[in-house]
């Protein structure tokens, strides 16, 4: 009952959400030429670049793939994605801190800005994964209807980010040293994570201990089905299927029972 008054009240302010995001993303852009463009532009190029560098310039090849732009593809597949997770995370880490004079002095439901952040988050990587599917369709890699296996491994990925992000968010207005860590262990997760290289380069111990990195499996269905034109192993997205559903039952009752004195924090 007291999940659903929340999202019932976040409901009832869905204007004042999407005024948000609207004024996020002209504001990104404000006082440039190219306007909203660059939203094209900046992730073109980096496709472009990866694609070149990494599939022509240094000829990278993925073990048991025999096309060109595998490696391009296994790379954007896991940096792209890792993106989405990565900023809904930090930015949600920071949100009540950036927004503190807004809720001292409106009332709206908290709930909401979260909520504003990961729909960005989701625009912007809708744009940029959007190029990269269009990539995929003009090289000849799209892999077919197996695409759609995307779909749930997405929103697999979008609720363990909101969970954590909401955590890290509660947990940064009263330790402030929270979201300083939390942008060191980000970098680490990264490179802790099979994206830049596969999983068959590391060591046997090394692979049993990336097993344990919850987010190694969501990347890695991502790469399998964009890569191989595979369905992904759905048995390794049972681990953070358990933690994205943990982690938003948790991020929403510390929500609920701090709200109040965030604001006296603020």
Not at 48 to 63: A, D, E, H, K, W
Not at 204 to 233: C, F, K
Request: charged share 10%; hydrophobic share 55%.
């Amino acid at each position: 009952m007291i999940s659903f008054a929340m999202f019932n009240a976040v409901w009832r302010y869905r204007g004042f959400v999407a005024g948000s995001i609207k004024r996020e993303f002209q504001s990104k852009y404000r006082n440039s030429l190219l306007g909203a463009a660059w939203t094209v532009l900046n992730p073109l190029a980096m496709i472009v670049v990866y694609t070149v560098i990494f599939s022509q310039v240094m000829g990278s090849r993925l073990p048991g793939v025999a096309t060109p732009f595998a490696y391009s593809i296994y790379l954007c597949a896991g940096v792209l994605t890792w993106g989405l997770f990565a900023e809904i995370t930090s930015r949600s880490q920071s949100v009540f801190l950036e927004h503190a004079n807004l809720i001292k002095k409106l009332q709206f439901p908290r709930l909401c800005l979260p909520l504003i952040v990961v729909l960005n988050a989701l625009i912007n990587f809708g744009i940029i994964f959007g190029l990269f599917v269009l990539f995929l369709a003009v090289s000849g890699n799209f892999p077919g209807w197996i695409f759609l296996a995307i779909v749930p491994v997405l929103l697999l990925q979008v609720l363990f980010a909101i969970g954590l992000g909401m955590i890290l968010g509660v947990l940064n207005v009263f330790f402030r040293d929270v979201g300083q860590l939390f942008t060191i262990v980000l970098q680490f997760w990264f490179w802790f994570t099979p994206i830049v290289y596969p999983l068959s380069a590391l060591p046997e111990p090394v692979r049993d201990l990336v097993g344990w990195n919850p987010m190694a499996g969501v990347i890695s269905a991502y790469q399998t089905v964009l890569v191989n034109g595979q369905a992904p192993h759905w048995n390794s997205l049972l681990p953070i299927t358990v933690l994205a559903v943990l982690s938003c039952a948790l991020g929403l009752q510390l929500f609920r029972k701090r709200a109040a004195e965030m604001v006296d924090e603020l």
